[in-house]
């Protein structure tokens, strides 16, 4: 069942859900300076979608979240007829959780070196879309913002579209949710840690960005069981009390648990390889159809690399 | 600076220690079958090789452990010149973290269908070795076992070795450490939970196995949390007492931590790709010089597909 | 337009054509030790489905040709709705035009783990299907024949069902052609030039063999240029006569076009990387389609890896 | 035995030859406008480096041509010990014999990230390099000189290297042959018949090109076929005269062979994955020998990603 509804309780920040039981479609408007400051993020809009059936195979529910991203994409971009649009598959391609961007790229409709080819009754559903993955900074030597600032300036594209992977705040979360915001990507985001801004100020063009929650941190599974054990009525009788667990003691668990020698120890589902694959599918299919509204997919192949 | 000492606290349990600070070998050997009830573990010999160090990209270091392996291999099965040596590689090769048995084959020396063409002097360094990576239940529909028993009974090995990557029970032991045992595989180790066995008595050969950690469930890493509030003083203070935790009480944290319904996670270093690809190069590097002391390897590209 | 014809001008050798313009199917009936012996092929049945068009991406007609091929499949094997099926994918994954077999495998439905899990009602659409890419001799430095006649022993398939890239005998049929027959494999065919035999003799059950096309030999495309020359009358004022040009001569000019030193040159579509891709989802569509005709596609995902 | 030639035998093109049997350098220098029109090349250096044997694997040669190619490029480049270089692999990572620029630059020691953390001593020894694969026009919608030339812009690098498979005039150069050049890449060579040019022009900066042919056209083998049968004396007596064989007559002949609906059909060796892969080690050694003379390749794992 449907439901619907919109709230604004804190002033600036409007906020929709839309829950159809196996969706559900969260719209995020930050409009006020007040508002970005309380909550800690660009104003603009955000829009989560999320679907905890993605970790299954399931082909059907795959093609309606495609649909909603394709829906939700289309009203935020809203895009001319005639828009160049430049997407950008960020992360690594050698570390399975960080290649959904890459992967993504693959699998996009590119159409910008055959837009003389296109005959103009199918012109006016076929936008002009170039693509690339830049590569990480420890592959190419290069911040990937320099990279696609380069690149921008001499293409020219209307509108950014970074794809790229995150690690989660939740195990939850991890492949699936999918995040559209229209501020772009901010520095610190992402697997691997990415310091750079691919933004309006950064690039001189709007930029959507779409995130995927692949990894959570080892460190979070720690964290959450101490919240767990602390929060948890059930367990009270083995406590004095945690109120005043200090973060500095909860930072001596973890270095307990994940020396700092481990490096980096990331969370994943065991079939992540298999759940990149299908999301980049889900990700790449919604931006097509958003972006290519008159394509009869049966004849896409023409389009195709 | 080399340490050396041998040991036997538990009657039945030979256990003998080598330590030159970057490299730590462990072989126990269980002769009696009360030990082998105290241990839980087969009579046989096992051998531990630890080296921390192997999570940072170090030649020199890969190398050391690559001629240890080669010496503990060759003693373990102390091999005619004559024998035939049937490598498996078990595990899925589309999961990166259970990849390492097939990649492990890849590059693997198969000399089996050239023995007619090696030279007389050259042939008592080159022993017939064949490798086959047999896929995992899910992807070939046959139990593993059945299919090396098949194949064993047909070629006739005088050894089989079963190489496989496994769940740690620590973090610590991921991607650092190579156990090999000459008791073969036992059911529902491995990082897919494999179920079969591969052992002397399924396969009617000796098996020596070798496995290497490449994950921890994420459920250790709540275990151990639990452990690390339970067990240190400094964290006093908060508890009552933790003395009487059920087993039970850790399973309700861990499923409110992870429900069940996320699946199976895995927690691995971030750069699991690249460890995997150089951990395959240490075991087939040590178990081809073990198996082929006389080749030249500036020459072994003959033998090599 | 659908044209069909029946012809026996061979005694013994029935051949029936069905040409519906974008594809011919060719059914070979070979009844007769003395039609053997002309035809130099063993008694038995061969179709053969041509579709030229499978050289340009084209969904329809991949559709299509999945179809007939379920369909001359079904035919060929007449199999028993509780049949086990083992399906072999030979050659070399590490050789492009030679993965064929192993990319099908990759994408065959595999059931047989899953018999007792599967309920009644579905049970008479869902065959018993197993499936292996053994490696090719050099990989394994066994005789895959050797491998699955020791997989067989141990299964019990009612039905092997070998599937093999060839070297084609003329640049037309590369990629464009699907051969079935049901006297297995014999030896001397295949890309990698296979010395084994797959067939009823060596392994016990009935054998159907799938073979495409994906490679012609360089030398095919000299001997065809000396055929053009030779047989074109347009040219024939250059020639004296080449009536009598001796196959000794046509050697010396091919050793002198491609020498021996160049190794084995291959010929294949620039885009055989792609072309292997979708021939390998046609094939593994028809075995499935044919194999569990029952299935609703939608759900497959719970059977495939 | 060593021999080494210089000749300038027609005026402007000099042409020096150093033979040492397995291994032969030439090196032609185009000096004035009026040789520029003769040889139909730009003026500039080239340099052709030929090792037969690389065919077959032989590690020892593979690392006599990396040398060779490292002394050839360092001579050619004449950098300044501060330069930063960005190297560029053309090419298409889809197509194996195309992957060759990708996948030298896969293994390129990039370092320009880390310039500030090399310690002083090193640096003298370890150049700023970059390294960026952009993909083809058909994955990415963008002409590659576009890409380039806007990265080029925004990083600024003193010099440009392109690295490129070529299609190959003759069977005989496929995988035996590096070219440099100074020149760097001018319209419509490259496997994928690239139409864009990188050079000063275009970028602002020197590039230096490296090529290795990777295939040749089918069409290669046809023409060199009528060519072998026109030219021997030994077939003299089928023919009353070739003499006057028309260029159109030629293209009938191939049109015959190689029917325009066959698309483009390339030649190559059977173990084009192996040799493309060996390759690229090849010559991403050379290039990191002469830009970083000082990295002890023990420690060269601290550089690369």
């Known amino acids: 069942m449907l439901s619907r509804q919109t709230r604004e309780d804190i002033p600036g920040v409007k906020v929709e859900t839309i829950d159809d039981d196996d969706i559900v479609i969260t719209r995020v408007h930050i409009t006020t300076p007040e508002a970005e400051q309380i909550m800690g993020k660009r104003q603009g809009r955000y829009v989560t979608i999320e679907a905890p059936g993605l970790r299954y195979k399931n082909t059907p529910l795959q093609e309606d979240v495609m649909q909603h991203l394709a829906e939700e994409f289309a009203e935020l971009t809203g895009l001319a007829q005639n828009a160049t649009i430049l997407i950008v598959g960020l992360g690594n391609w050698n570390v399975t959780p960080d290649a959904l961007g890459p992967k ?85 985001s992402g697997v691997g840690n990415k310091r750079f801004g691919l933004n309006q100020e950064s690039l001189g063009v709007p930029v959507v960005a779409i995130g995927i929650p692949t990894v959570v941190h080892a460190s979070t599974i720690a964290m959450d069981t101490i919240d767990t054990l602390h929060q948890h009525a059930a367990f009270a009788r083995y406590f004095k009390s945690m109120e005043n667990l200090t973060d500095s003691d909860r930072q001596t668990i973890i270095r307990q648990v994940l020396p700092d020698t481990l490096g980096d120890l990331m969370v994943t589902p065991k079939e992540v390889d298999r759940l990149i694959d299908d999301m980049s599918i889900v990700v790449a299919g919604g931006i097509n159809q958003a972006l290519h509204p008159n394509i009869d997919y049966e004849n896409i192949h023409m389009y195709i690399h």
């Open 104 to 188: 993504v790229v693959d699998k996009v409709v590119v159409t910008r070196h055959l837009q003389s080819m296109i005959s103009p009754e199918l012109k006016g559903g076929v936008r002009s879309v170039c693509a690339i993955s830049p590569g990480v900074l420890g592959i190419t030597g290069m911040e990937t913002s320099d990279i696609i600032a380069g690149i921008t300036a001499r293409i020219k594209p209307d509108l950014v579209v970074a794809i790229d992977a995150l690690a989660a705040a939740s195990t939850q979360r991890v492949v699936t949710t999918i995040q559209l915001s229209n501020t772009g990507i901010n520095p610190g």
